[in-house]
């Protein structure tokens, strides 16, 4: 969807193209029940996965050849360029009980995306972070996260945060990453006032 994502599928890691993320592999199992969407999907490693753990996924690229390679049974892919200036946040509030990911950073989806992460849903991201350009690319500060930045991203939407790392990788190849699980908790008003709350 940006450079900085295909700067991370292309060449030597494209052998890799399949892997899923360990960290994606790590907290998927905590998605609820419901339809995903897998962001920025490149060619679909992570929709297979979701898909095969019994989730309707939604996969959006930009890249039509990308989402070919993404298509598959319990996956429905939409060519979405989410960077097109003054184009809004294609989809609901509460819609997806998980979003997934990786390798992609634009920020001003951030407050979209999240609105539309169902009460319980789970955030799985994963992206480069500042201290990636000693590594390769992307290099540009605009498409790396800075220190604690998803820590911050969470604390301002509310989401309790499961799991964040922020440091060096060695597979698929070396690189700075930041990564966080995290979930929209959002109780019920009778469960809020039976734990001694007020209304």
């Not at 095969?52 to 039509?64: K, M, N, Q, S, T």
């Not at 995306?113 to 992307?138: C, H, Q």
């Not at 939407?157 to 190849?173: C, M, Q, S, T, Y």
Request: proline share 6%; net charge negative; glycine share 12%.
């Amino acid at each position: 969807m940006n450079d900085a994502k295909n700067d991370v599928t292309d060449g030597s890691n494209r052998a890799a193209g399949d892997v899923i993320s360990p960290w994606v592999a790590r907290f998927a199992p905590l998605v609820p029940g419901g339809e995903v969407l897998d962001l920025a999907c490149g060619a679909g490693r992570h929709a297979r996965h979701l898909a095969a753990l019994g989730h309707a996924v939604v996969a959006v690229d930009r890249d039509p050849a990308m989402l070919a390679a993404a298509a598959g049974p319990g996956i429905v892919t939409s060519e979405i360029d989410l960077e097109g200036e003054g184009d809004a946040w294609p989809f609901g509030p509460n819609r997806f009980a998980g979003i997934v990911v990786t390798n992609y950073l634009h920020r001003p989806l951030l407050a979209g995306m999240i609105g539309s992460l169902a009460a319980n849903g789970v955030l799985i991201y994963e992206t480069f972070a500042d201290g990636n350009a000693a590594f390769g690319k992307p290099g540009n500060p605009d498409f790396l996260l800075k220190a604690g930045e998803l820590l911050e991203v969470a604390r301002q939407h509310g989401l309790r945060v499961i799991a964040f790392e922020d440091g060096i990788v060695n597979h698929p190849k070396q690189a700075m990453v930041q990564r966080m699980c995290a979930v929209k908790v959002e109780f019920p008003r009778e469960a809020a006032l039976l734990a001694g709350g007020t209304a």
